[in-house]
């Protein structure tokens, strides 16, 4: 199998483990008395399968495009930036015309 589509398929599993892991939190800290809704509903199953499914879709999403964004960079960017010399610094005279 192709490197990207490996790449591709770990990054959307990822996402949807993250949105797996986002709805149950949505369901046990009750947010919105969703629990109750859920747990009381005739098609409360169906509604949990649909949380997790688009959940999973934007997350995949918003982890798949960080993981492209982030393939350029050989090392994430640390401290602060260098000093500039004053030996750099050169003056300019500005004409008022």
């Given at each position: 199998m192709p490197y990207?589509?490996?790449?591709?398929?770990?990054h959307v599993l990822i996402g949807f483990a993250i949105a797996i892991a986002f709805v149950a939190l949505l369901l046990w800290l009750n947010v919105g008395?969703?629990?109750?809704?859920?747990?009381?509903?005739d098609i409360?199953?169906?509604?949990?399968?649909l949380l997790v499914m688009f959940h999973g879709i934007v997350f995949s999403g918003v982890?798949?495009?960080?993981?492209i964004m982030r393939m350029g960079q050989d090392q994430?960017?640390?401290?602060?930036r260098d000093a500039v010399r004053?030996?750099?610094l050169?003056?300019?005279?500005?004409d008022n015309s």
């Open positions: 990207l589509v490996k790449f591709y398929i770990r008395n969703l629990w109750h809704l859920i747990s009381t509903s409360g199953l169906l509604a949990a399968f982890q798949f495009g960080i993981a994430p960017p640390r401290g602060r004053a030996e750099a050169l003056p300019v005279r500005a």
